[in-house]
């Protein structure tokens, strides 16, 4: 079922709109509702990220709280 309304859009966004409407051989209204979809799409639950990769480093080659170690790390003294 379709429904008419009227919404009051900044006229930079209109131009905007029905430069993007022509360019992709459209109706702005088609256009509105094909983002207002993905809007709405966007918002169901994130998809769960797999875990980040572990692997072992061989432990630290310098000790942080060891200044003249940590410059000679840096700027290879």
């Known amino acids: ?7 009051k859009i900044d006229g930079s966004v209109m131009t905007l709109l029905k430069k993007e409407a022509a360019r992709r051989g459209c109706t702005m209204s088609e256009l509105v509702e094909s983002a207002l979809r993905q809007l709405f799409r966007s918002d169901k639950a ?10 072992k ?12 170690a940590l410059y000679q790390a ?4």
Do not use: C, W, Y
Request: net charge positive; no cysteine; hydrophobic share 35%.
């Open 46 to 55: 994130p998809q769960k990220i797999p875990p980040l990769p572990k692997f």
């Open 57 to 68: 480093s061989g432990g630290p080659l310098v000790d942080i709280a060891d200044r003249d």
């Open 74 to 77: 840096m700027e290879g003294r």
């Open 1 to 7: 079922m379709k429904a008419k309304t009227t919404l």
